[in-house]
T-cell receptor, first 112, second 114 residues
Framework: DAKTTQPNSMESNEEEPVHLPCNHS???????IHWYRQLPSQGPEYVIH???SNVNNRMASLAIAEDRKSSTLILHRATLRDAAVYYC?????????????FGKGTTLSVSS | DGGITQSPKYLFRKEGQNVTLSCEQN?????MYWYRQDPGQGLRLIYY???????QKGDIAEGYSVSREKKESFPLTVTSAQKNPTAFYLC?????????????FGPGTRLTVL
């Protein structure tokens, strides 16, 4: 799986939007962009994934650059419960059933 | 409800003892995984299994062993050969088909060696 680069930490205020960036300059045509997040003392949970087009779900939005070398996870209105470590992971669609490769992720702090 | 259970949540062990961590899933997933997480770090893969009676080593398999006798169970044994076993251990499962291939994680077991 190709590598990703994320900032170590970010801060936000409650009710404000949060944009979490991820660089993946070596992404291949068969790599999907996945985001997981890990709340304190819990296992990670799936957030969203995409290939080329921007994606929305109930948790977040994913904006993917036209050249696919970067993407941004968008939390539209941060809450205190969104404080977590966010991981950007590339998954080759041909490798279903193999493990995820986690980096250190971005630690998001949310203040009231 | 479908999901993954890990037990116990906290585990204390004396140095030199083997200990087995339980992981059970009722999601009918073929693939199961064990990860280790140290403070401030991402997850590292210990072992994974894509089918019953078969498993592969991950990046940090030394000092660990697993078995996969049943589809729903994937226990991890931390042996005395593991030099620094104190860590947070996470079990996950996924289907081996489809684009999303979302991994579902258990709540984790925090192992402390005294």
């Amino acid at each position: 799986d190709a590598k990703t680069t994320q900032p170590n930490s970010m801060e936000s205020n409650e009710e404000e939007p949060v944009h979490l960036p991820c660089n993946h300059s070596t992404i291949s045509g068969t790599d999907y962009i996945h985001w997981y997040r890990q709340l304190p003392s819990q296992g990670p949970e799936y957030v969203i994934h995409g290939l080329t087009s921007n994606v929305n779900n109930r948790m977040a939005s994913l904006a993917i650059a036209e050249d696919r070398k970067s993407s941004t996870l968008i939390l539209h209105r941060a809450t205190l419960r969104d404080a977590a470590v966010y991981y950007c992971i590339l998954r080759d669609v041909r490798q279903a059933g193999t493990a995820l490769i986690f980096g250190k992720g971005t630690t998001l702090s949310v203040s009231s | 409800d479908g999901g993954i259970t890990q037990s116990p949540k906290y585990l204390f062990r004396k140095e030199g003892q083997n200990v087995t961590l339980s992981c059970e899933q009722n999601l009918n997933h073929d693939a199961m995984y064990w990860y280790r997480q140290d403070p401030g770090q991402g997850l590292r893969l210990i072992y994974y299994s894509q089918i019953v009676n078969d498993f592969q080593k991950g990046d940090i398999a030394e000092g660990y062993s697993v078995s996969r006798e049943k589809k729903e169970s994937f226990p991890l044994t931390v042996t005395s050969a593991q030099k620094n076993p104190t860590a947070f251990y996470l079990c996950a499962s996924s289907t081996d088909r489809g684009v999303i291939n979302e991994q579902f994680f258990g709540p984790g077991t925090r192992l402390t060696v005294l």
